[in-house]
């Protein structure tokens, strides 16, 4: 028998795993934490990060049953212990990585797979449904590592009437809060997200919600021009080469999501397959090169930073900070600087990494849920009110 809930609750400092593998599907991050709750508030001190990228072939199915159009209960089946074991593998690599035994670890926050998120309620069996499915079986790590692990945070939120997203704002909160000037994140994974932190702010004055795309739409016409050799646009190089289409920005961005107001959330489903298709036949009819529509799409991202900012986000904030992988993209940080008239920085610029962001928020998250503390924040996700999310396997 490994630890039980009450070795961690009595503890006054943890290490904590964090685990997220994001709707690029590029890999699977782990990181390493210590989290201690001080005078000051809470503390996480970095002790190790991982990535353990997938295979072409691994990816490739993540994005097939991602797409909602193929696969049944036994391939979901399947996939589900399929990455219990890749995180658990991860798990492991990340204590290699930061020289600490395993049986070391307290706990482990798991954000999973997502396969496929419905915020919007659909017509299902007479019934209208929100849904949302992340898989990633943790009870293959609580086996492996001996200590609990809290999974499927989204779902709790999504029963309290919330879009089950974004839910990193929690962690952006504790950690990025500032009493002299609004803070605001923009993370640029496969989706794009924003949090604006009033300076002094409490809980209940965060808001946050997805901008658009991040990377997706890039890394569809990056895989595509390149036969699948490339997955994304090293350095923002191939962007750079190219030419922005006024004309195809103007498609894009007459887009019915970004005229929605927050609480809002996106996805695969809206910005997926179907939706380069549609891109590229558009760019093809107007004459431009595979690298044109990769900086128009590039510059698509940010302008859709732009006017979430402009349009959506009730304070401004006073500076920007980008983390994800976009972050590694100076073309796209070039003209995410050219949309907005504040200081545009990346996490590493005050002390952050920009590649485990993600996986400590769900370290910090794992660790609310098991002291009890809600853990979502309502006026971010449109939630009716504060919830615990996460199930606990021990």
């Known amino acids: 028998m490994g630890k039980g809930l009450a070795d961690i609750r009595n503890k006054r400092v943890l290490k904590v795993i964090g685990l997220m593998s994001g709707t690029s599907a590029d890999g699977l991050d782990a990181v390493l934490t210590e989290i201690?709750?001080?005078?000051?508030?809470?503390?996480?001190?970095?002790?190790?990060?991982v990535s353990l990228p997938y295979s072409q072939e691994e990816r490739a199915e993540i994005l097939k049953l991602a797409e909602g159009r193929e696969g049944g209960s036994k391939e979901l089946c399947l996939f589900n212990f399929w990455l219990g074991r890749r995180s658990l593998a991860a798990c492991q690599a990340v204590c290699q990585a930061a020289g600490i035994a395993p049986e070391k670890v307290d706990l482990v926050g798991?954000?999973?797979?997502?396969?496929?998120?419905?915020?919007?309620?659909?017509?299902?069996?007479?019934?209208?449904?929100?849904?949302t499915l992340q898989l990633g079986e943790p009870a293959v790590i609580a086996e492996g590592l001996g200590c609990p692990v809290v999974?499927?945070?989204?779902?709790?939120?999504?029963?309290?009437?919330?879009?089950?997203a974004p839910l990193v704002p929690y962690a952006e909160y504790l950690l990025y809060r500032r009493e002299d000037r609004n803070v605001g994140l923009q993370n640029i994974g496969g989706i794009g997200n924003i949090t604006v932190l009033p300076k002094g702010c409490g809980p209940e004055a965060v808001f946050a919600f997805d901008t658009g795309p991040g990377n997706m739409v890039m890394d569809q016409l990056?895989?595509?021009?390149?036969?699948?050799?490339?997955?994304?646009?090293?350095?923002?190089?191939?962007?750079?080469?190219?030419?922005c289409s006024e004309?195809?920005?103007?498609?894009?961005?007459?887009?019915?999501?970004?005229r929605m107001s927050p609480p809002k959330t996106t996805g695969r489903e809206y910005y997926g397959q179907a939706y380069v298709d549609a891109l590229t036949e558009k760019g093809r009819?107007?004459?431009?090169?595979?690298?044109?529509?990769?900086?128009?799409?590039?510059?698509?991202?940010?302008?859709?930073?732009?006017?979430?900012?402009?349009?959506?986000?009730?304070?401004?904030?006073?500076?920007?900070v980008v983390g994800g992988g976009g972050s590694r993209n100076p073309t796209l940080l070039r003209d995410l600087?050219?949309?907005?008239?504040i200081p545009v920085l990346i996490n590493e610029d005050i002390g952050f990494d920009s590649d485990a962001k993600e996986a400590v928020a769900f370290a910090?998250?794992?660790?609310?849920?098991?002291?009890?503390?809600?853990?979502?924040?309502?006026?971010?996700?449109?939630?009716?009110?504060?919830?615990?999310?996460?199930?606990?396997s021990i």
């Open 222 to 243: 990056i895989e595509r021009m390149t036969a699948g050799k490339q997955r994304y646009d090293e350095d923002g190089r191939i962007a750079a080469s190219g030419r």
């Open 36 to 49: 201690e709750e001080g005078k000051e508030g809470l503390s996480v001190r970095q002790l190790g990060f």
């Open 247 to 258: 004309a195809l920005l103007r498609r894009l961005l007459d887009d019915p999501y970004l």
């Open 151 to 164: 999974s499927d945070f989204r779902v709790r939120d999504m029963a309290a009437g919330g879009y089950g």
């Open 364 to 392: 910090v998250m794992a660790r609310a849920c098991v002291l009890e503390q809600c853990n979502n924040i309502p006026s971010v996700t449109g939630a009716k009110h504060p919830v615990v999310m996460g199930k606990i």
């Open 110 to 131: 798991s954000h999973g797979q997502t396969l496929y998120h419905i915020p919007a309620p659909e017509e299902y069996l007479g019934e209208q449904v929100a849904a």
């Open 285 to 320: 009819a107007l004459g431009l090169s595979a690298a044109d529509m990769v900086a128009t799409a590039t510059r698509f991202t940010a302008e859709c930073i732009g006017l979430s900012i402009e349009k959506h986000c009730k304070i401004k904030p006073d500076v920007l």
């Open 337 to 341: 600087r050219d949309c907005l008239s």
